[in-house]
């Protein structure tokens, strides 16, 4: 039986994330995911580096600065992954806030930020339309603009585990799902199942580290451990739709009837549209997005660009996601208003388990627990190994130029990037938008000659 310092399940960027800091700092780690890394909550965010401007509302100051850092440093950290961008917040006359208020409110966010956020600035109608020609200029009043960080999830997700694994004590497995932890006297012996094969393994662990994102809750009870549900699960999906469909200069915030936000935000030579926010009870793995939460956004985005013709045909494709969002004692309000804060929670001495907070701030929140486990297990902790850049990028980028792809450079981005399925490979190495179902062919490539490969 294989021994290992730590065991870590489930490969979101939580799992990646920490793998990665435990391996820098010398701690022999085996990753286990279900499904494909970075396949589940980790590639249906909003894809945004954020302090989140809304949070301003609750208050949320400390959680606001502390993404603000860890965005301006991903910004430097991996420029191929992410950028900033301009963010208009339009203003009508029936919006609850008035344009000084708006100021005042931006002003906290670079303030925040130790003005590493480029300048926010507050722009009247006429300037707002020259920005987002597509915007109803029916009771316009002007708009705020400020500046967040665009991502590609899945890939800084793809690229920590890559960095992980350069380290010769990481080791990560995809298509496992763990299916039950024995406690022993000094850990755990962690079983775990190949979703493809059927064949089973078992390996000992000294720590256990649970970081399966909302799946949490339904996971470790049936894994046995004593747990009380945390999660308030919330579903939000997005429509990828055609670059053409909207005019806009950089994003846009839209300001929802039933008080919520819905960002509009180009990228990747088409236009993200999202988000929704109900509560889950249905399987959460692999979920879909519905018609009704379709024509939801569809109806918002109708609003707000009148004249646009936007319609079903303007879709390209649509995901969805659960937010792990973590209970708050005596809260009442809707599941918008629920903080983004994170837990750690100990239910024994040998196991960890994360839910909870943002994409943008998982180094810090991984980061918590690596600083108490290393020297647990007899080494000293250097918390600046993950401030060094990424090593192993993806072979084809996200943003900027793609390269024509060969059936040889398919066969590279298979055998270096842990591709195991076809899906793996056009949705989160290739990064194409189209349904997997849609595509006919990649570079002249037809898709048979690709799936061959599998
Ligand atoms: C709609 C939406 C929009 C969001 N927008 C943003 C945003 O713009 N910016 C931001 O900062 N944050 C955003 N978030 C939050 C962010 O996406 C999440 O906080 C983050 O991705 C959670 O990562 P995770 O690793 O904890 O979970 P996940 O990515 O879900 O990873 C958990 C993994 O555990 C695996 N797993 C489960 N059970 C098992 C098992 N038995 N064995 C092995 N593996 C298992 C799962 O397959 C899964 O891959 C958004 C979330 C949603 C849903």
Redesign the pocket.
């Known amino acids: 039986m294989k021994h290992y310092d730590v065991v870590i ?8 994330g920490l793998l990665r800091d435990l391996a820098l700092n010398g701690v022999s780690t085996l990753l ?4 494909d ?14 302090g989140g401007v809304r949070y301003l509302e609750n208050f949320d100051f400390g959680l606001v600065a502390e ?1 603000l850092e860890e965005k301006n440093l991903w910004l430097k950290l991996a420029p191929h992954l992410c950028f900033e961008r301009e963010f208009y917040l339009p203003l009508y006359n029936y919006s609850k806030y008035r344009p000084w208020m708006l100021g005042c409110g931006l002003f906290i966010y670079d303030f925040l930020s130790h003005f590493q956020n480029r300048p926010f600035a507050v722009l009247n109608k006429e300037e707002t339309l020259n920005k987002v020609p597509s915007l109803d200029a029916k009771g316009l009043k002007g708009s705020g603009r400020y500046f967040d960080g665009v991502v590609d ?1 899945a890939k800084l ?1 793809l690229e920590c585990l890559y960095d992980a694994l350069i380290e010769p004590n990481a080791e990560a497995l995809s298509y ?4 039950n932890c024995h406690k022993t006297s000094d850990g755990y012996e962690v079983t ?1 199942k190949s979703v493809l094969n059927g064949k089973t393994e078992t390996v000992k662990a000294k720590y256990v580290v649970f ?5 949490t809750d339904k ?1 470790l009870p049936k894994l046995n451990f004593h747990w009380k549900s945390q999660l308030l699960p ?5 429509l990828w739709i055609k670059k053409d469909s909207i005019k806009a200069e950089g994003s846009v915030v839209l300001t929802t009837k039933d008080n919520r936000v819905v960002f509009v935000i180009p990228q990747r030579d088409a236009i993200l549209v ?2 929704t926010e109900t509560p889950v009870d249905q399987e959460m ?1 692999n979920i879909k997005a519905t018609e009704t939460e379709v024509q939801y956004l569809l109806n918002v985005l109708k609003q707000y660009f009148p004249h646009t013709g936007l319609d079903e045909n303007s879709i390209i494709s649509t995901y ?5 969002l973590v209970k708050e004692e005596g809260h009442s309000e809707g599941l918008g208003k629920v903080s ?1 804060f994170h837990k750690i929670y100990r239910p024994d001495e040998r196991t960890y388990v ?9 180094r810090r929140m991984t980061q918590e627990i690596a600083q108490e486990l290393v020297p647990r297990l007899g080494k000293r902790y250097s918390p600046n190994l993950t401030l060094n850049p990424l090593r192993q990028k993806s072979i084809v980028p996200t943003f900027g130029k793609k390269p024509e792809l060969t059936l040889e450079m398919i066969k590279k981005i298979i055998k270096e990037e842990k591709v195991t399925t076809f899906e793996d490979l056009v949705k989160r190495r290739l990064s194409l938008l189209e349904e997997t179902q849609n595509i006919k062919e990649i570079s002249g490539i037809p898709v048979e000659t690709i799936k061959a490969l599998f």
């Open positions: 399940v489930g490969g979101g960027i939580n799992g990646c286990i995911e279900k499904g890394f970075a396949s589940q909550t980790s590639q249906s965010s909003s894809k945004m580096l954020h993404a999830d997700t496992h799902e763990v299916n775990f970081t399966a994102g909302p799946f996971l919330s579903k939000g999906i997005h999202g988000t793995f969805a996601g659960v937010r792990p983004r994360l839910i909870g907070g943002k994409y943008t701030t998982f």
